[in-house]
């Protein structure tokens, strides 16, 4: 179950396909930038690895409010919000990311409308956030990055090899099952019950009806994320309560996850999904370096 076979760039873990991004990925600083892949290299040290995060915006901001933010710098704003359901090209992502996303910035953080009135805002804010002393270095480009890595490799999964579920491990205040709804493709988002009411409240708000989409998310709670992801072979009854069928296959989303588990919880996660997944499937996910995240590469 835990066989891995590194080949080129990507991993295999037996029962399904394992593409990961390096945090080195070359982008031009937005999320709609070609970024790519590199080889996998196993998962990366525990909390370490966001402290310079969390020195931030932490401070006042949860985390998933800070990946927020990140994800309003490094996308643009792309025209009227649209819901679920509708009408678009299935080959690539629409745009609508960065336009939930500013919507959804604009109903939980204070005075956002505000500031980003202000001349030059994303290009102030993004210098603060990347600031040595405040900030970390490359964060703003590293989330567009990643984000448009992944958001290409869904929706290549989805075209090239049939995956018409799409699960999103700890998915926050993301718009991956936003700006990919599609017809046919069912995503279902996993999180702590906590945080999924808190993103259920923030789309009646700025989607009014979007509960009864019927490319909407679907919806995996438990009492704590990281907790029900270190027991994630409780997964599978909790998703086909859901809809899912582990008989077909399905893409596993675990962007900005690793850096929250230990390199044994990390190992752990990868082997109990295989559980999960039909044959074909693919497990998608970023993580660093633990050279880098000590500073000594």
């Known amino acids: 179950m835990t066989h891995t076979e590194a080949s080129g760039g990507q991993t295999r873990l037996r029962k ?53 933010i990140l994800s309003c710098i490094s996308t643009d704003n792309c025209g009227p919000l649209e819901g679920f359901d509708r009408e678009g090209s299935t080959s690539k992502p629409d745009g609508q990311s960065g336009t939930l996303a500013a919507a959804l910035a604009a109903q939980l953080v204070p005075g956002w409308r505000a500031l980003t009135c202000a001349p030059f805002w994303r290009w102030h804010l993004q210098s603060l956030l990347e600031s040595p002393c405040l900030g970390v270095p490359g964060i ?61 409240a923030a789309l009646d708000a700025v989607l009014p ?12 709670e438990g009492k704590c994320c990281v907790d029900l992801l270190a027991g994630s072979l409780d997964l599978i009854p909790r998703l086909t309560a859901a809809g899912f069928d582990p008989s077909r296959r399905c893409c596993i989303v675990g962007e900005g996850l690793l850096p929250y588990l230990s390199p044994a919880q990390g190992s752990e996660l990868l082997a109990d999904l295989a559980a999960l997944a039909a044959p074909g499937s693919h497990l998608l996910f970023d993580f660093m370096h633990e050279g880098w995240c000590e500073g000594s590469t």
């Open 16 to 68: 399904f396909d394992v593409l990961s991004a390096a945090p080195d990925a070359e982008v031009d600083g937005r999320a709609d930038s070609a970024a790519t892949g590199a080889s996998a290299g196993g998962a990366a040290a525990a909390p370490a690895t966001v402290c310079g995060i969390a020195a931030f915006l932490s401070s006042r901001f949860d985390m998933p409010t800070t990946s927020l």
């Open 140 to 200: 703003c480009r590293y989330t567009a990055a990643r984000a448009a890595w992944m958001a290409r490799q869904v929706q290549l999964c989805i075209d090239a090899d049939n995956c018409k579920q799409v699960v999103v491990l700890r998915s926050g205040l993301g718009t991956l099952a936003h700006s990919l709804a599609q017809p046919g493709v069912k995503f279902y988002e996993v999180d702590s019950r906590a945080e999924v009411a808190r993103k259920e």
């Open 209 to 220: 009806g979007w509960r009864h989409a019927a490319q909407r998310p679907r919806f995996v």
